[in-house]
Protein backbone atom coordinates (compact mmCIF):
# COMPACT_ATOMS: atom_id res chain seq x y z
CA UNK A 1 0.00 0.00 0.00
CA UNK A 2 1.25 3.43 -1.08
CA UNK A 3 2.13 5.17 2.25
CA UNK A 4 -0.73 8.16 3.58
CA UNK A 5 1.03 10.73 5.44
CA UNK A 6 -1.19 13.06 7.51
CA UNK A 7 -0.72 16.78 7.15
CA UNK A 8 -2.42 18.86 10.25
CA UNK A 9 -4.00 22.13 9.14
CA UNK A 10 -6.33 24.78 11.09
CA UNK A 11 -8.28 27.26 8.10
CA UNK A 12 -6.93 30.60 8.88
CA UNK A 13 -4.03 29.74 10.40
CA UNK A 14 -0.09 29.09 9.35
CA UNK A 15 0.76 25.54 8.50
CA UNK A 16 2.71 24.28 11.36
CA UNK A 17 6.83 23.00 11.37
CA UNK A 18 5.98 19.56 10.97
CA UNK A 19 3.42 19.74 8.20
CA UNK A 20 5.67 22.24 6.45
CA UNK A 21 8.31 19.27 6.47
CA UNK A 22 5.76 16.53 5.01
CA UNK A 23 5.17 19.26 2.02
CA UNK A 24 8.66 19.66 1.52
CA UNK A 25 9.21 15.86 1.33
CA UNK A 26 6.15 15.64 -0.90
CA UNK A 27 7.60 18.42 -3.09
CA UNK A 28 10.93 16.25 -3.56
CA UNK A 29 9.10 13.25 -4.41
CA UNK A 30 7.29 15.67 -7.31
CA UNK A 31 10.64 17.26 -8.48
CA UNK A 32 12.48 13.52 -9.09
CA UNK A 33 9.17 12.65 -10.97
CA UNK A 34 7.22 11.21 -8.64
CA UNK A 35 3.25 11.17 -8.09
CA UNK A 36 1.74 12.48 -5.34
CA UNK A 37 -2.33 12.56 -4.41
CA UNK A 38 -3.39 15.98 -2.72
CA UNK A 39 -6.38 16.96 -1.08
CA UNK A 40 -8.28 20.06 -2.44
CA UNK A 41 -11.58 21.17 -1.44
CA UNK A 42 -13.17 18.93 -4.29
CA UNK A 43 -11.94 16.15 -4.40
CA UNK A 44 -8.50 14.66 -3.75
CA UNK A 45 -6.15 14.87 -7.14
CA UNK A 46 -3.28 12.80 -8.36
CA UNK A 47 -0.78 15.60 -8.82
CA UNK A 48 2.50 15.84 -10.86
CA UNK A 49 4.60 18.59 -11.99
CA UNK A 50 2.81 19.85 -15.42
CA UNK A 51 6.06 21.13 -17.19
CA UNK A 52 7.70 17.12 -16.75
CA UNK A 53 6.01 15.22 -19.71
CA UNK A 54 7.31 11.91 -18.37
CA UNK A 55 5.62 12.42 -14.93
CA UNK A 56 2.57 13.40 -16.53
CA UNK A 57 2.64 10.14 -18.57
CA UNK A 58 2.78 8.14 -15.16
CA UNK A 59 -0.89 9.61 -14.31
CA UNK A 60 -2.54 8.66 -17.05
CA UNK A 61 -1.03 4.83 -16.76
CA UNK A 62 -1.59 4.94 -13.08
CA UNK A 63 -5.64 5.68 -13.58
CA UNK A 64 -6.11 3.95 -17.02
CA UNK A 65 -6.98 7.24 -18.54
CA UNK A 66 -7.40 7.89 -21.94
CA UNK A 67 -4.72 10.20 -23.59
CA UNK A 68 -7.83 11.79 -24.98
CA UNK A 69 -8.82 13.66 -22.18
CA UNK A 70 -6.95 16.52 -20.81
CA UNK A 71 -5.46 17.39 -17.19
CA UNK A 72 -6.53 20.55 -15.45
CA UNK A 73 -3.59 22.38 -14.17
CA UNK A 74 -3.41 23.75 -10.57
CA UNK A 75 -1.62 27.05 -9.93
CA UNK A 76 -1.12 28.96 -6.72
CA UNK A 77 -2.72 32.17 -8.30
CA UNK A 78 -2.41 34.31 -11.47
CA UNK A 79 1.04 34.60 -11.47
CA UNK A 80 2.41 31.05 -11.84
CA UNK A 81 -0.05 30.65 -14.93
CA UNK A 82 1.15 33.19 -16.89
CA UNK A 83 3.89 31.58 -18.52
CA UNK A 84 1.41 28.64 -19.76
CA UNK A 85 -1.17 30.91 -21.76
CA UNK A 86 -0.95 32.06 -24.98
CA UNK A 87 -3.74 34.67 -23.85
CA UNK A 88 -5.32 35.57 -20.63
CA UNK A 89 -8.83 36.22 -21.61
CA UNK A 90 -10.50 39.72 -19.62
CA UNK A 91 -13.48 37.40 -18.64
CA UNK A 92 -11.18 34.74 -17.18
CA UNK A 93 -9.26 37.84 -14.97
CA UNK A 94 -12.76 39.14 -13.86
CA UNK A 95 -14.21 35.23 -12.85
CA UNK A 96 -11.14 34.23 -10.93
CA UNK A 97 -10.72 37.73 -9.05
CA UNK A 98 -13.96 36.66 -7.61
CA UNK A 99 -13.48 32.65 -6.83
CA UNK A 100 -9.68 31.74 -7.02
CA UNK A 101 -8.74 29.61 -5.00
CA UNK A 102 -11.61 27.79 -5.08
CA UNK A 103 -13.52 25.28 -6.98
CA UNK A 104 -13.35 26.38 -10.41
CA UNK A 105 -11.34 25.71 -13.56
CA UNK A 106 -11.34 28.30 -16.61
CA UNK A 107 -10.72 27.06 -19.75
CA UNK A 108 -7.98 29.41 -22.02
CA UNK A 109 -5.87 29.22 -24.93
CA UNK A 110 -2.70 27.16 -24.18
CA UNK A 111 0.94 28.61 -24.35
CA UNK A 112 3.75 26.05 -25.62
CA UNK A 113 4.78 25.33 -22.13
CA UNK A 114 2.38 23.16 -21.25
CA UNK A 115 3.42 19.84 -22.33
CA UNK A 116 1.20 17.75 -25.28
CA UNK A 117 0.35 15.18 -22.87
CA UNK A 118 -1.23 17.74 -20.74
CA UNK A 119 -3.60 19.33 -23.24
CA UNK A 120 -3.97 16.03 -24.74
CA UNK A 121 -2.89 17.40 -27.82
CA UNK A 122 -5.72 20.29 -27.84
CA UNK A 123 -4.51 24.04 -27.65
CA UNK A 124 -6.18 25.04 -24.35
CA UNK A 125 -5.23 24.43 -21.22
CA UNK A 126 -7.89 23.78 -18.07
CA UNK A 127 -6.77 25.94 -15.15
CA UNK A 128 -7.64 25.92 -11.19
CA UNK A 129 -5.81 27.25 -7.94
CA UNK A 130 -7.30 25.08 -5.27
CA UNK A 131 -8.08 26.79 -1.67
CA UNK A 132 -7.25 23.81 0.47
CA UNK A 133 -4.53 25.61 2.70
CA UNK A 134 -2.91 21.62 2.09
CA UNK A 135 -2.10 21.84 -1.66
CA UNK A 136 -2.67 25.64 -1.49
CA UNK A 137 0.81 25.37 0.70
CA UNK A 138 2.35 22.66 -1.30
CA UNK A 139 2.29 24.60 -4.33
CA UNK A 140 3.85 27.88 -2.68
CA UNK A 141 6.77 25.18 -1.46
CA UNK A 142 6.98 23.74 -5.07
CA UNK A 143 6.73 26.86 -7.21
CA UNK A 144 6.15 25.00 -10.26
CA UNK A 145 2.29 24.07 -11.45
CA UNK A 146 1.16 20.86 -10.35
CA UNK A 147 -1.30 18.93 -13.00
CA UNK A 148 -3.83 16.57 -11.49
CA UNK A 149 -6.73 14.78 -12.40
CA UNK A 150 -9.10 13.30 -9.57
CA UNK A 151 -6.96 10.55 -7.71
CA UNK A 152 -9.30 7.16 -9.08
CA UNK A 153 -9.09 4.84 -11.58
CA UNK A 154 -10.87 6.61 -14.80
CA UNK A 155 -14.82 5.91 -15.03
CA UNK A 156 -14.93 5.45 -11.24
CA UNK A 157 -16.32 7.72 -8.58
CA UNK A 158 -13.55 10.32 -7.49
CA UNK A 159 -12.03 9.91 -4.20
CA UNK A 160 -12.92 12.02 -1.03
CA UNK A 161 -10.70 10.79 1.49
CA UNK A 162 -7.11 9.59 1.55
CA UNK A 163 -8.53 6.24 2.29
CA UNK A 164 -10.48 6.39 -1.06
CA UNK A 165 -7.05 7.06 -3.09
CA UNK A 166 -5.41 4.30 -1.87
CA UNK A 167 -8.39 1.72 -2.14
CA UNK A 168 -8.22 2.89 -6.33
CA UNK A 169 -4.58 3.66 -7.18
CA UNK A 170 -2.72 1.87 -4.34
CA UNK A 171 1.03 1.48 -5.09
CA UNK A 172 0.35 3.69 -8.13
CA UNK A 173 1.09 6.36 -6.24
CA UNK A 174 4.55 7.50 -4.11
CA UNK A 175 2.57 9.53 -1.53
CA UNK A 176 -0.90 10.43 -0.45
CA UNK A 177 -1.03 13.53 1.75
CA UNK A 178 -4.24 13.43 4.00
CA UNK A 179 -5.81 16.52 4.31
CA UNK A 180 -9.02 15.26 5.96
CA UNK A 181 -12.23 14.89 3.86
CA UNK A 182 -12.94 17.42 1.20
CA UNK A 183 -15.78 19.88 1.67
CA UNK A 184 -18.02 20.03 -1.63
CA UNK A 185 -17.34 16.45 -2.37
CA UNK A 186 -17.96 16.82 -6.32
CA UNK A 187 -15.26 17.98 -8.77
CA UNK A 188 -14.93 21.62 -9.73
CA UNK A 189 -17.08 23.56 -12.14
CA UNK A 190 -14.93 23.84 -15.62
CA UNK A 191 -16.06 26.93 -17.90
CA UNK A 192 -14.70 27.19 -21.32
CA UNK A 193 -13.45 30.64 -21.44
CA UNK A 194 -11.83 30.02 -25.14
CA UNK A 195 -14.29 30.06 -27.72
CA UNK A 196 -16.47 32.65 -28.99
CA UNK A 197 -19.06 32.55 -26.05
CA UNK A 198 -18.36 31.54 -22.11
CA UNK A 199 -19.55 27.90 -21.57
CA UNK A 200 -19.93 25.48 -18.56
CA UNK A 201 -18.11 22.52 -19.61
CA UNK A 202 -18.95 20.78 -16.48
CA UNK A 203 -21.46 22.07 -13.36
CA UNK A 204 -20.12 22.19 -10.40
CA UNK A 205 -19.93 23.69 -6.86
CA UNK A 206 -20.46 27.54 -8.52
CA UNK A 207 -23.50 27.61 -10.80
CA UNK A 208 -24.01 29.32 -13.54
CA UNK A 209 -25.78 32.37 -12.01
CA UNK A 210 -22.99 32.82 -9.56
CA UNK A 211 -20.74 32.73 -12.17
CA UNK A 212 -22.60 35.41 -14.42
CA UNK A 213 -23.00 37.86 -11.68
CA UNK A 214 -18.63 37.37 -11.32
CA UNK A 215 -18.70 37.24 -15.16
CA UNK A 216 -21.03 40.46 -15.84
CA UNK A 217 -21.99 38.23 -18.66
CA UNK A 218 -23.97 35.37 -19.76
CA UNK A 219 -22.86 32.14 -19.80
CA UNK A 220 -24.07 28.86 -22.14
CA UNK A 221 -24.36 25.20 -21.46
CA UNK A 222 -23.62 22.37 -20.42
CA UNK A 223 -25.64 20.84 -22.73
CA UNK A 224 -24.94 16.96 -23.50
CA UNK A 225 -24.22 17.69 -27.14
CA UNK A 226 -21.25 15.58 -29.33
CA UNK A 227 -19.58 18.88 -29.57
CA UNK A 228 -19.65 19.60 -25.92
CA UNK A 229 -17.92 16.03 -25.05
CA UNK A 230 -15.38 16.84 -28.19
CA UNK A 231 -14.61 19.95 -25.90
CA UNK A 232 -13.97 18.00 -22.96
CA UNK A 233 -13.65 14.43 -23.07
CA UNK A 234 -14.23 13.57 -19.18
CA UNK A 235 -17.71 14.30 -20.27
CA UNK A 236 -18.32 11.28 -21.36
CA UNK A 237 -21.99 9.90 -20.64
CA UNK A 238 -20.73 6.88 -18.55
CA UNK A 239 -18.71 9.00 -15.39
CA UNK A 240 -18.56 8.87 -11.85
CA UNK A 241 -20.03 5.36 -11.83
CA UNK A 242 -20.33 3.02 -8.36
CA UNK A 243 -19.11 -0.57 -8.87
CA UNK A 244 -22.76 -1.78 -8.39
CA UNK A 245 -25.76 -1.00 -10.44
CA UNK A 246 -27.16 2.70 -9.62
CA UNK A 247 -30.65 3.90 -10.59
CA UNK A 248 -33.02 7.26 -10.09
CA UNK A 249 -35.84 6.87 -9.00
CA UNK A 250 -39.40 8.68 -8.63
CA UNK A 251 -40.49 6.11 -6.74
CA UNK A 252 -37.51 4.92 -4.18
CA UNK A 253 -39.00 3.02 -1.92
CA UNK A 254 -41.39 1.13 -4.17
CA UNK A 255 -38.24 0.20 -6.37
CA UNK A 256 -36.13 -1.00 -2.89
CA UNK A 257 -39.44 -3.19 -1.99
CA UNK A 258 -39.12 -4.57 -5.82
CA UNK A 259 -35.14 -5.34 -6.08
CA UNK A 260 -35.41 -6.79 -2.31
CA UNK A 261 -38.34 -9.17 -3.43
CA UNK A 262 -36.04 -10.45 -6.41
CA UNK A 263 -33.26 -11.36 -3.00
CA UNK A 264 -31.10 -8.17 -4.19
CA UNK A 265 -28.86 -6.49 -1.92
CA UNK A 266 -29.75 -2.98 -2.12
CA UNK A 267 -28.58 0.44 -1.35
CA UNK A 268 -30.80 3.45 -1.10
CA UNK A 269 -30.58 6.89 -0.87
CA UNK A 270 -32.73 9.36 0.37
CA UNK A 271 -32.87 12.88 1.25
CA UNK A 272 -33.63 14.58 4.30
CA UNK A 273 -34.82 12.89 7.75
CA UNK A 274 -36.43 9.80 5.90
CA UNK A 275 -36.31 6.55 7.59
CA UNK A 276 -36.26 3.32 5.66
CA UNK A 277 -39.44 1.76 6.46
CA UNK A 278 -39.65 -0.96 9.68
CA UNK A 279 -40.96 -3.29 7.25
CA UNK A 280 -38.47 -3.05 4.13
CA UNK A 281 -35.82 -3.20 6.38
CA UNK A 282 -36.95 -6.14 8.47
CA UNK A 283 -38.19 -8.09 5.17
CA UNK A 284 -34.64 -7.55 3.78
CA UNK A 285 -32.84 -9.70 6.03
CA UNK A 286 -29.95 -7.25 6.26
CA UNK A 287 -30.27 -7.16 2.44
CA UNK A 288 -30.92 -3.20 2.56
CA UNK A 289 -28.88 -0.57 3.34
CA UNK A 290 -30.47 2.84 3.57
CA UNK A 291 -28.81 6.50 3.79
CA UNK A 292 -30.09 9.76 3.91
CA UNK A 293 -28.31 12.71 3.11
CA UNK A 294 -28.43 16.55 3.45
CA UNK A 295 -31.55 17.81 2.00
CA UNK A 296 -29.73 20.82 0.45
CA UNK A 297 -27.51 20.87 -2.45
CA UNK A 298 -23.94 21.65 -1.00
CA UNK A 299 -24.70 19.13 2.02
CA UNK A 300 -25.70 16.39 -0.32
CA UNK A 301 -22.89 16.72 -3.00
CA UNK A 302 -20.65 17.13 0.21
CA UNK A 303 -21.72 13.00 1.13
CA UNK A 304 -22.62 11.92 -2.35
CA UNK A 305 -19.31 10.23 -3.26
CA UNK A 306 -18.40 8.45 0.49
CA UNK A 307 -21.64 7.11 -0.16
CA UNK A 308 -21.05 5.66 -2.95
CA UNK A 309 -17.89 4.29 -2.00
CA UNK A 310 -19.47 2.64 1.19
CA UNK A 311 -22.34 0.81 -0.79
CA UNK A 312 -20.13 -0.49 -2.45
CA UNK A 313 -17.48 -1.60 0.07
CA UNK A 314 -21.08 -2.96 1.62
CA UNK A 315 -21.34 -5.12 -1.25
CA UNK A 316 -24.89 -4.17 -2.92
CA UNK A 317 -25.91 -5.06 -6.35
CA UNK A 318 -27.86 -2.43 -6.79
CA UNK A 319 -28.65 1.26 -5.61
CA UNK A 320 -31.41 3.10 -5.72
CA UNK A 321 -31.65 7.03 -5.23
CA UNK A 322 -34.01 9.21 -5.00
CA UNK A 323 -34.26 11.48 -7.71
CA UNK A 324 -33.16 14.93 -6.80
CA UNK A 325 -35.29 18.35 -7.28
CA UNK A 326 -34.47 19.50 -10.73
CA UNK A 327 -33.71 23.23 -9.97
CA UNK A 328 -30.63 24.63 -10.91
CA UNK A 329 -29.43 24.39 -7.55
CA UNK A 330 -29.22 20.43 -7.86
CA UNK A 331 -27.49 20.40 -11.29
CA UNK A 332 -24.50 19.66 -10.35
CA UNK A 333 -25.46 16.87 -8.67
CA UNK A 334 -27.86 15.89 -10.98
CA UNK A 335 -25.23 15.76 -13.61
CA UNK A 336 -23.41 13.54 -11.52
CA UNK A 337 -26.22 10.91 -11.05
CA UNK A 338 -27.31 10.76 -14.04
CA UNK A 339 -23.74 9.96 -15.23
CA UNK A 340 -23.45 7.28 -12.66
CA UNK A 341 -26.76 5.70 -14.15
CA UNK A 342 -26.08 5.71 -17.68
CA UNK A 343 -26.44 2.48 -19.26
CA UNK A 344 -24.73 1.22 -23.06
O1 LIG B 1 -12.22 19.50 -8.79
C1 LIG B 1 -11.54 19.14 -9.75
O2 LIG B 1 -11.60 19.68 -10.85
C2 LIG B 1 -10.57 17.96 -9.51
C3 LIG B 1 -9.49 18.43 -8.53
C4 LIG B 1 -8.41 17.39 -8.32
O3 LIG B 1 -8.95 19.65 -8.96
N1 LIG B 1 -10.01 17.53 -10.75
C5 LIG B 1 -10.73 16.88 -11.68
O4 LIG B 1 -9.96 16.48 -12.75
O5 LIG B 1 -11.90 16.63 -11.57
P1 LIG B 1 -10.49 15.42 -13.83
O6 LIG B 1 -9.32 15.18 -14.71
O7 LIG B 1 -11.07 14.28 -13.14
O8 LIG B 1 -11.56 16.22 -14.64
C6 LIG B 1 -11.13 17.28 -15.47
C7 LIG B 1 -12.19 17.64 -16.45
C8 LIG B 1 -12.39 16.54 -17.47
O9 LIG B 1 -13.78 16.51 -17.79
C9 LIG B 1 -11.57 17.04 -18.66
O10 LIG B 1 -12.03 16.53 -19.89
C10 LIG B 1 -11.77 18.53 -18.55
O11 LIG B 1 -11.77 18.80 -17.16
N2 LIG B 1 -10.67 19.27 -19.16
C11 LIG B 1 -9.37 19.29 -18.82
N3 LIG B 1 -8.64 20.06 -19.66
C12 LIG B 1 -9.51 20.55 -20.58
C13 LIG B 1 -9.39 21.39 -21.72
N4 LIG B 1 -8.20 21.90 -22.10
N5 LIG B 1 -10.51 21.67 -22.40
C14 LIG B 1 -11.70 21.17 -22.04
N6 LIG B 1 -11.89 20.36 -20.97
C15 LIG B 1 -10.81 20.05 -20.26
MG1 LIG C 1 -12.10 12.59 -12.79
Known sequence: MPEIVPVAWEAGTPLSAESRATLRRAADILLRGGLVAIPTETVYGLAAVATDAAAVARIFAAKGRPASNPLIVHVSGVDMLRPLVATWPEEAERVTAHHWPGPLTVVVPASDAVPDVVRAGGTTVALRSPEHPVTASLLAILGKPLAAPSA?????????????????????????????????????????????????????????????????????????????????????????????????????????????????????????????????????????????????????????????????????????????????????VQDRLTRASYRE
Not at 285 to 312: F, T, V
Request: charged residues 20%; glycine residues 10%; negative net charge.
Open 152 to 332: NRSGLISPTTAAHVAASLGDAVDLILDGGTCDCGIESTVLDLSGAVPRVLRPGPLDRQTLEVSLHGSIEGPEATSSTVARSPGLLPRHYAPKAELELATDGRERVHTLLAADKRVGWITRGAVAATAAAASASKGRLHHLSLPDDPAGYARHLYASLHALDDLGVEAIVVDRPPGDEAWHA
